[in-house]
């Protein structure tokens, strides 16, 4: 349990996120889960690093429960940071990274798919911001990687989701597979980039970074004081509260 990491083939690290039962993730986990990564890129012997999940779903974003019993604001910052800290792995790794998505893709799950180099999905994966239900803010940046523009609004506004199937149709998800084949899928095109020259690779990835139109860490920061405003307000506490109590 936690977030492991493996070598399945040469040049491909896998790095696994496993807290059941939804994989909400804790504070620990998502600095834990930047470390992993990192780490992972700057070894040389690795090509690829493949992010992937155990259980029902890919990530059901923060650990809602582990803010609301915590006093004070540390949790909260905490989490914020973690999400910043993990979500910037991803985008920095030196290498490229593929994410293996199944079933429910959420909050901070979107994103880790939005900063990722490719995504992979089995075709139950659906992704999703519900984050104006619990009383926060964040990763429309990354969702705007991944749909236009206005859907991008009206998911963030309506708290739904759209299923793997609609971003391969925008083409921010490459390939989509049965459930059974995800991990095989996202190996294959792992090893097919591994058997490439990784000096060429790291430098390809760190040129695409550099070009890339969209200031993700800057933007994903400027979401996030928002939600700090929505804590001072009382707003995101009523939020999680209804949520954890089934009422939202």
Request: proline share 4%.
């Amino acid at each position: 349990m936690g977030i492991t990491t493996s070598r399945v083939d040469t040049g491909v690290a896998v790095v696994t996120v496993d807290f059941p039962p939804v994989n909400a993730i804790p504070v620990r986990g998502w600095f834990d889960l930047a470390d992993a990564v990192t780490a992972a890129g700057r070894d040389e012997s690795t090509h690829v690093v493949v992010l992937r999940a155990e259980g029902r779903g890919f990530n059901a974003g923060v650990d809602i429960k582990e803010i609301q019993r915590a006093s004070g604001y540390d949790a909260l910052v905490g989490a914020n940071r973690g999400c910043y800290a993990a979500f910037a792995a991803v985008y920095d790794c030196a290498v490229p990274v593929i994410v293996a998505v199944h079933g429910f893709c959420l909050g901070g799950g979107i994103g880790l798919v939005g900063n990722a180099d490719v995504v992979i999905a089995s075709e139950d994966a659906t992704f999703g911001l519900p984050e104006v239900d619990r009383g926060a803010l964040g990763a429309a940046t990354h969702l705007a990687r991944l749909v236009p523009q206005h859907l991008m609004r009206t998911l963030y506004f309506t708290g739904r989701s759209v299923d793997a199937a609609t971003l391969l149709h925008y083409g921010s998800v490459y390939e989509v597979v049965p459930r059974a084949s995800l991990d095989s899928a996202a190996l294959a095109l792992a090893k097919e980039i591994a058997a490439k020259d990784t000096r060429v690779i790291r430098r390809a990835k760190e040129a695409i970074n550099g070009i890339d139109p969209q200031p993700v860490h800057r933007s994903y920061r400027f979401e996030q004081g928002f939600t700090y405003e929505l804590n001072l307000i009382g707003a995101s506490d009523h939020a999680r509260q209804s949520f954890l109590d089934g009422t939202s």
